[in-house]
Structure formats: C-alpha cells, structure tokens
C-alpha cells in the first residue's frame, strides 16, 4: 500500500482493510473494517468491526461509529455546530477555544454518499440514510431518513429485507 499516513497511537483491530491515501490519527478502527482511498478518520473517533468506510469521507472527532455500519462515498460528519476560523481577538482558535460535539452511529446502519450528519446526532440501530441527506436531529431506530433537512420516510419492516 502506498501513501497511508497512520500515526502511532491509531488502535487497528485484526484484518482492518486500508486503501490509498488514508490519514488516520488518534482513532480506533474495529476488526475486519475497511476504509477506503482519501478517507480521513481523525483522534478520538471510533470505528466498530466490520465497517465499511467509502472513499472520500471524513469522520472527525467525537464520533463513534458501531459495528456493521455502511458509510457511503463522501460522507462527511460535523463536530462543531458553530466553527471559526478566529477568535473574538482575532487570534486562530485553538482545541481550548471549542467544544467539540459527539455523534453516535448505531449498529446496523447505512449512510448514502454524499450525507452529512451535524454534530451532536445519533443515528438509531438499522437506520438508512439517504444520499445527499443532510441530517440535522437524531434519526430514530429502524427507519428510512432522506432530504435535506432529512425526514423520515418511512419505518423499515425488520420481518423483510429493504
């Protein structure tokens, strides 16, 4: 592999699959997850086992992603509902100068290309996620959420598959 930018304090599981051009710093990816080319996961965030990362996403701090969870091309998580480049002085923030607001992803989920989660969300187990969905409050369990903001859809029958 070429290009793999794995700092020393990343917690890799047994059999975690990395493409190109992956930045990985401070996180923890479960066993038999895969991660795919220009994905970056930052400090602090956790992957569960047998995840699939989709290329060109960004898992900032302060998410948790569980196990068997499906993030689809370009997703990109928020952890900062409120970003700045400055401070009031004018000065560059800092890590002292925000908060940095967790995401939950339950188990089983399913997040389309393109999606973006806000900070401070939790996705319910077995939630699907449209492409291009911008969520903007916590998606129950068991159900189909799309739009922009995201909206429920539908419930998923968890007698059938969807």
């Known amino acids: 592999m070429k290009y793999l930018s794995?700092?020393?304090?990343?917690?890799?599981?047994?059999?975690?699959?990395?493409?190109?051009?992956?930045?990985?710093?401070g996180?923890?990816?479960?066993?038999?997850?895969?991660i795919g080319t220009f994905?970056?996961?930052q400090k602090g965030a956790k992957v569960g086992k047998n995840c699939k990362i989709?290329?060109?996403?960004?898992?900032?701090?302060?998410?948790?992603?569980?196990d068997n969870v499906f993030i689809g091309h370009n997703v990109t998580f928020i952890n900062d509902p409120y970003p700045k480049a400055t401070t009031i002085e004018g000065e560059l923030q800092t890590e002292a100068d925000w908060?940095?607001?967790?995401?939950?992803?339950k188990k089983n989920v399913s997040?389309?290309?393109s999606a973006t989660i806000l900070a401070g969300i939790t996705v319910g187990e077995n939630a699907l996620i449209g492409?291009?969905?911008?969520?903007?409050?916590?998606v129950p369990p068991n159900s189909i959420?799309?739009?922009?903001?995201?909206?429920i859809l539908r419930r998923i029958d968890q007698t059938r598959e969807v």
């Open 145 to 151: 959420v799309a739009g922009n903001p995201a909206r």
């Open 54 to 66: 989709s290329s060109h996403s960004f898992i900032c701090e302060g998410v948790t992603i569980e």
């Open 111 to 113: 997040i389309g290309s």
């Open 99 to 105: 908060a940095c607001i967790p995401t939950l992803v």
């Open 6 to 25: 794995i700092s020393d304090d990343v917690k890799l599981g047994n059999n975690v699959q990395l493409y190109n051009f992956v930045n990985l710093y």
């Open 131 to 138: 492409a291009g969905s911008v969520v903007t409050k916590d």
């Open 39 to 41: 994905v970056e996961i």
């Open 27 to 34: 996180c923890e990816i479960g066993d038999n997850t895969r």
